[in-house]
């Protein structure tokens, strides 16, 4: 029992530490490509106010879309991996 738990919590922290390193750099990648989008469309570099609230506001955008939702599946692809495994060694 002792063992089960250590791999829950075990397992719940090494997936906290994938899924926060995806995200920032999900959203990191998200970013670099609005400011890149800002430069392309004013070549002159424009105002940074300007800049700065249109990149805000595509990173809002991004916070409610469905890509930034499927890297939760960092955390329901490998349980449903190892429940399986499990499955198939001791009911197999």
Known sequence: MFGLLRLVVGGFVLLT??????????????????ERRWAQRHGDGGRDDDRAEFVARGLSRYDKSVRRRLILLVYVIPVIGVATIIYVVNFM
């Open 17 to 34: 530490l994938v899924y926060i390193s995806v995200s920032l750099y999900s959203r990191s990648v998200r970013r670099e490509r609005l």
